[in-house]
């Protein structure tokens, strides 16, 4: 279930990646830098909102519709989330609107928060369909939805900024995208609610499950986006603006491969622990292990040794030089975000330990707050990112010690030492190219670094590369034979 997965979700992986670096390319020369601003300010609200409403809920869609499902149980279980769904969004467009309206903040901000507020309700229902699409391991489906969110979303984002619509115009471009997906899904998804009951009961075992994993997805937030506050408070919209151009060139490029890989794992993880319990769990997860670490450890190495160049061609200049000192360190960020959030917090979803991981998210989170109280104010920007890096760091050691105690997933340390000894030949080979700047330099670069791993790669059998490109070879001499 794990590789089918994987292919399945490449076409994903490969749009969001296009659209995420899209979305950079044009949301920072379109938009001025305070309305780029306003923009990252809005969506990490809206992701916040989000998360502490509605996010139990998908949560809880993913982990039991495989038990569910064994148990022949699944009416009630789609009738307990979608009217729970109901009952939430009924009351939250006037609780919104209300603080929305008495709070004192500039027009401009308070405009793009409204739009990413209402975009909230379309897309955590799409994400609702989506979940049960990947449970049931109907990846077609699932990756369909996604694709045309997520290209649809950006689409219409682009349209609206290029009409002089300001910071909401991504925002209001995701909701539109959500909602007219929601048109030919929905009446699919509904027909399987017909024949079971609402279960109050049921309710409350999957907020209990649920809502831990929303409030520490909620810290995770808070470790991702204090930092752009802090820096609005102690500096200006505009810092804000190059912080988080450069944090999203690195931190977007690596999510969509976590992203990619965790859908596939997600749910072939749950589906081995339900079905063949903790040897099939561990078979499954150690693979999941291995392939995060041989693709994504090389790419934050690789994004970290193009930050100059990648910036020349992907932010606009106003903001490009300032995003190029941000991106080597938020690539080390977002690797440590990654291995976190799509492999040790999963002993705590599949232990249904979720007060464990809520306790996880709580040491990183507190000490960013901390740090950057303490650094942003001395050292500015620079300050954001020391912080950043530190409470990463801290996180993935607070979560690998406290999953051990949910649910031990096995370490894959010899792939880890074999990919980090080909991404550091890697980085002295890069190292090597001149710097011209531009496009050339970035091509350049990124050839050696891939020529160079994916040789060591294949002479260090690294996750298996020699072994399944050989089996690769020999199938298509067979088919041609």
Known sequence: ?????????????????????????????????????????????????????????????????????????????????????ALLAAGFPLLAGTVLWVWPAPTPLKIAIGAGLATILFRSLAKLVQERRRAAGDVRAAALLDVTMTAGGFAAGAGLALAGFGGASPLVGMGAAAAVCLVFALPTELKQVRGGPFEPARARMYAAYGVPVSLSLILSLALATTDRF???????????????????????????????????????AIAALERGGKAALHETAREQARLMIALALPAAVGLALVARPLADVMIGERLRA????????????????????????????????????????????????????????????????WATLASYGLGAAASFGLGRRALALPVPWDTAARAAAASAAMALAVRLVPAGGGALELFAKAGVGVAVYGALAWLLDICGARTHSGRLVRALQARIA
């Open 322 to 385: 300032g995003a190029a000192e941000v991106t080597p360190w938020i690539a080390a960020s977002a690797f440590l975000a990654g291995i976190t959030t799509y492999y040790f917090h999963t002993a705590f979803t599949l232990a249904r330990r979720t007060g464990l991981l809520l306790a996880a998210m709580a040491i990183p989170a507190a000490s960013n707050v901390v740090l950057c109280l303490v650094l942003i104010p001395r050292f500015g920007l620079q300050g954001a990112l």
């Open 1 to 85: 279930m794990f590789w089918k997965g994987v292919l399945g979700y490449l076409p994903v992986n490969l749009v969001q990646g296009v659209v995420g670096m899209l979305g950079i390319v044009v949301f920072t020369r379109v938009l001025r830098p305070q309305d780029y601003g306003v923009y990252a300010l809005a969506f990490s609200v809206m992701s916040l909102v989000h998360t502490a409403v509605f996010l139990w809920l998908e949560a809880a869609m993913a982990r039991f519709y495989a038990p569910e499902a064994e148990a022949g149980r699944l009416p009630g279980h789609f009738r307990t989330l979608y009217g729970a769904f």
């Open 230 to 268: 802090l820096l609005a408070a102690y500096l200006n919209e505009t810092s804000v603006g190059v912080y988080h151009a450069g944090y999203s060139l690195a931190n977007r490029t690596l999510d969509v491969m976590f992203i990619w890989l965790g859908m596939a794992g997600g749910p072939a």
